[in-house]
Structure formats: C-alpha cells, structure tokens
Nanobody, 123 residues
Framework: QVPLVESGGGLVHTGGSLRLSCAAS????????LGWFRQAPGKEREFLAA????????YYADSVKGRFTISRDNAKSTVYLQMNSLKPEDTAVYYC????????????????WGQGTQVTVSS
C-alpha cells in the first residue's frame, strides 16, 4: 500500500487557488510530522510547509508564508495545503512527506514521500 497519495493539482491562472490533499496510510497518523515540498524543472526540491504532531505547530517557507496554509485532519488521515494568490513561479510538482520524528520539519529526511502532483500556474 502506497503510504502517501497526493491529489488536487492542476492548472490555474495567476491569482487563483488550489487545495492539495495527501491521504496517508501511515499509522498512527496523528503521531507523524507532515510536510509539503515542491520541485520545479531544473531546480532543487524546496520545503514549503510542515505541521507537527506535537501541538499541531506549523512552519512555512518565506516564499509561501501568508499565501499557503497547511492543515491536518487526523480523523481522515489527510494533510492539506491550501494555496492562494498563486503565481507562475509556484509551478512545480508538489510532494507530501511524513515522518515520526518531531524534528524533521524543514529537512529532506522524511521517511515517507508521495508520488507528487503537478501544479501549473499560467500567467
């Protein structure tokens, strides 16, 4: 069973919004730190946001702070990324990640990764 499956990507115009979802089969889901990353063509993978299982604290990259919001629904074992005011430079493949360690947050050392979902923002 694939541990993480993203959905919700697509094509949107500049200024538009999308909500990405990541359904997780890792258990117990409520004890996993969850993160969102993206990778644009020719660029390195970039941290976007994370939410811890301790207190539900959230963390954001400066590039998306104020525009993107990460949230989790433990009952549905799903993590979300609400993306508003999208820009062409947000075009990338978006990945969710999960790890039991509380400290992974911005690192690339998450244990589980999804397969990615494409987001394209047209100008």
């Amino acid at each position: 069973q694939v541990p993480l499956v993203e959905s919700g990507g697509g094509l949107v115009h500049t200024g538009g919004s999308l909500r990405l979802s990541c359904a997780a089969s890792v258990r117990p889901f409520s004890f996993y730190t969850l993160g969102w990353f993206r990778q644009a063509p020719g660029k390195e993978r970039e941290f976007l946001a994370a939410i811890s299982w301790i207190g539900g604290n959230t963390y954001y990259a400066d590039s998306v702070k104020g525009r993107f919001t990460i949230s989790r629904d433990n009952a549905k074992s799903t993590v979300y990324l609400q993306m508003n005011s999208l820009k062409p430079e947000d075009t990338a493949v978006y990945y969710c990640a999960a790890d039991r360690r509380a400290g992974v947050i911005r690192s690339f050392e998450y244990e589980y990764w999804g397969q990615g979902t494409q987001v394209t923002v047209s100008s």
